[in-house]
Each structure stands twice: as C-alpha cells, then as structure tokens.
C-alpha cells in the first residue's frame, strides 16, 4: 500500500529511513518457540520493508540486522544468525537484483566467516550500479565504532599533512562515516517496544524523527511502515529553528520587535 498524500499540509516522506528490527525473541517465545524461529520470521518483515520503500519512493532503506554487542549472545544463537544471514543473501540477492535495488552492508564484517564475507562481497558487487532503491544493512555494526573507525581516518589525514589538527571539523568526520554519500536520517523506526538506540547510527542520527511500536519485527508489515511514515509526515521539524509562523511573530505590544 502506498502512503496517502491527500491532507496537502502533510510534508514529504522521509528519504532515508533506518529501522531497529527488535523484537524476535519475544515474537518466538509467545508461540512457544525457538528464538531462531523468530529471526527466521522476521526475514519476510525485510521483504515487505524493502517492498514498501520501493513503492513510496524512499531513496534509502537502512536494517540494523546484527549489532556489536550481539556477539554477547549465546553461541548457538549467534551461529544461527551467521547461518541465517548466508542463508537470506543466497535467497533474497537476485530478486533484490532485479527489482534495481543497490545492496550496502555497513560495519566491521571482517569478524564473519571469510564463507559470509564472500557473499556479501558478491551481492553488493552485483547490484553496485544499480539505481533504485538504496538498501543497507547493518551487520557487525556500532555507532561507536563507526565514530572511531571516522576518526581514525582523521588521524591518518592529520599525519600526512593534509589536514592540520585545528581545522578538523565536522564536515571532516562526516566524510568518513558510514551512509555519508546518502541522504541524511530522516526517521528511526524501532520495533518490538523498547526506546533506546543500541548503539544504532549515534553520528548520522542527530536530527532525525524518532518512531517506536510495540509491534514485534516479524509482525511488522507495510501497513506498520506507513503508519510510521504517517507519523513522521505530521511532525514539524525545525533543525534548532523557528517555524515559519514564528518568523512573523509579533511583539506583546502589537508591533513587531
Ligand atoms: C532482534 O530481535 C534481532 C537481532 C538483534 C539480531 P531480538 O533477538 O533482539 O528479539 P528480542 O528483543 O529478544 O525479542
Ligand atoms: C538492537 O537490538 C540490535 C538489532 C536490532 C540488530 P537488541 O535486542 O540487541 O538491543 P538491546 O540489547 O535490547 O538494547
Ligand atoms: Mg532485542
């Protein structure tokens, strides 16, 4: 389904939107199962995600799927997630492929099986000149990280001389964070009903529109996305401004200050 543009207030839907997929565990247990049954489940929740960015004309889809603190995991679950993520490349490529999607994964993948690495390598070489929709997923990611990695590339730039400590700004640390050539956040949608960022996208978030459900990622569905679509449309974003009826705001006394 596509999101309704008729209310013509409404502002323009986010370009980039990224999403905490929680909620599996919880998903599996309240039906009495494993919780790897609920990463499983919530394989189709990334299709219809995907499918719904690419019917509304979202530039960039962003899928934090493995965090660095989830190696904190049980092994067995950890492993299954490995399995799961080799298992869902080998499927989901080619139809991500011909529906002009260009697939990115952002984080340290070195720490994965050299068998995981090639597949990613793989998918993204194939789709790295197409034009549709942006589709990163986040794997071995962490805010933190991504910071320190950004930063560590400054140094570097520092001790060759081409940039002089004093100068480095922010412009010199955005150029070397995760998505810096896509457009910025504009809506975090996290699932499964906790509010904080795990370590999320820290650097590239520090504007975007918040949006939490309750709703656990394998029952997230494109009616759950354009709900949340809906919300960020409504909200006014003012970046540490004013909004445009204050801009004409008149004195106490009647007369403009
Ligand atoms: C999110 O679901 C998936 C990953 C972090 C890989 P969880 O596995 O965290 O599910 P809950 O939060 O325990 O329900
Ligand atoms: C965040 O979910 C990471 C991913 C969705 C990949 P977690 O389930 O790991 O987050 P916490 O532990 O509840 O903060
Ligand atoms: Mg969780």
Do not use: C
């Not at 990334?46 to 889809?61: E, T, Y």
């Not at 050539?181 to 960022?197: A, K, S």
């Amino acid at each position: 389904m596509t999101v309704s543009s008729e209310n013509a207030s409404e502002k323009p839907g986010p370009q980039h939107v990224a999403i905490i997929m929680d909620g599996n565990g919880r998903w599996a247990k309240k039906r009495g199962k494993l919780r790897v049954s609920g990463h499983r489940a919530g394989i189709k929740s990334v299709r219809s995600s995907v499918s719904f960015a690419i019917k509304n004309q979202i530039q960039s889809l962003t899928l934090y799927a493995f965090s660095s603190e989830n190696w904190n995991r049980p092994e067995q679950e950890v492993h299954s997630l490995m399995e799961l993520f080799v298992f869902a490349l080998d499927n989901e490529v080619k139809s991500l492929h011909k529906h002009n999607v260009r697939l990115s994964v952002i984080g340290d993948i070195s720490r994965f099986s050299p068998r995981l690495q090639e597949r990613i390598r793989r998918g993204q070489v194939l789709t790295a000149n197409n034009t549709g929709l942006q589709l990163n997923i986040a794997a071995n990611y962490g805010g933190r990280w991504d910071i320190t990695h950004s930063v560590k590339q400054v140094i570097a730039q520092v001790q060759r001389g081409e940039l002089s400590a004093e100068d480095v700004s922010e412009q010199d640390i955005s150029r070397h964070i995760s998505l810096h050539d896509q457009p910025p956040i504009d809506l975090v949608i996290r699932t499964g009903g906790e509010h904080r960022i795990s370590n999320f996208l820290l650097w590239q978030v520090a504007y975007a529109e918040f949006y939490f459900t309750e709703v656990l990622w394998p029952d997230f569905d494109e009616n759950a996305f354009s709900d949340a679509v809906t919300s960020f449309t409504q909200r006014e974003r003012r970046f540490g401004g004013t909004t445009p009826d204050d801009q004409s705001e008149q004195a106490p006394g009647g007369n403009v200050a």
